[in-house]
């Protein structure tokens, strides 16, 4: 696709990191990413539910939500999934000029994909993180009723089943969702926010 050449980007009188300091806390990207039921936007949410309760600014950006609006045209095929994980990461990247911590709860199942999205952002910026979950435990759970249609045949392109899942090779964490209480799971992305100072110490938390 052609950029156009007379678009300019408009630099804003309000910094990031005017709003960070605002703030109180640094913005981030999160983006967990696994198999279907494998519990990505379960602890994304989780995750955006404590980080409320200290009072930090958020927005999950959640798979099932942007195929209603934003990327309601994608289907489900390689190159619209290519697409569908470039657009996320754009919008993404605008929120974390907001100031804004986001979570991104994706199965964006290629490697290349995500590592595509990471490169848009300044270094430090994207946290990748893998929920692991086998896939007979995440075929177990089945909370939509997928993984039984995509084994009778009756959806193509399903990430586990007819499409692989590539697995991160050196995520900034991996949270074992098969095994984990979510309570657990939580607590690992806070402390990685924390390892990172993306967030306060538990000393000066609001």
Not at 25 to 46: D, E, N, R
Not at 78 to 84: G, H, I, L
Request: hydrophobic fraction near 40%; proline fraction near 3%.
């Amino acid at each position: 696709m052609n950029k156009p050449t007379n678009v300019i980007w408009h630099h804003s009188t309000v910094s990031r990191t005017m709003r960070e300091t605002s703030n109180e806390h640094k913005s981030v990207l999160l983006w967990f990413t696994g198999l279907s039921g494998s519990g990505k936007s379960t602890l994304a949410h989780a995750v955006e539910n404590r980080l409320y309760q200290l009072g930090r600014q958020t927005f999950v950006l959640d798979g099932d939500n942007v195929r209603h609006g934003l990327c309601a045209d994608l289907g489900f095929s390689a190159q619209d999934r290519v697409e569908n994980v470039r657009r996320v990461a754009e919008v993404a990247k605008l929120f974390l000029e907001s100031g804004v911590i986001t979570l991104a709860a994706f199965i964006s199942p290629f490697a290349a994909d995500r590592a595509r999205a990471r490169s848009i952002f300044p270094h430090g910026d994207f946290l990748e993180i893998y929920c692991r979950c086998s896939l007979a435990i995440c075929e177990e759970r089945d909370v939509k009723g997928l993984y039984k249609l995509a084994r009778a045949g009756e959806l193509k392109h399903f990430t586990g089943v007819s499409s692989p899942y590539e697995e991160p090779s050196v995520p900034e964490l991996v949270v074992d969702t098969g095994r984990m209480q979510l309570a657990e799971s939580i607590d690992a992305v806070i402390a990685l926010l924390r390892a990172r100072g993306m967030i306060p110490n538990k000393s000066i938390d609001r």
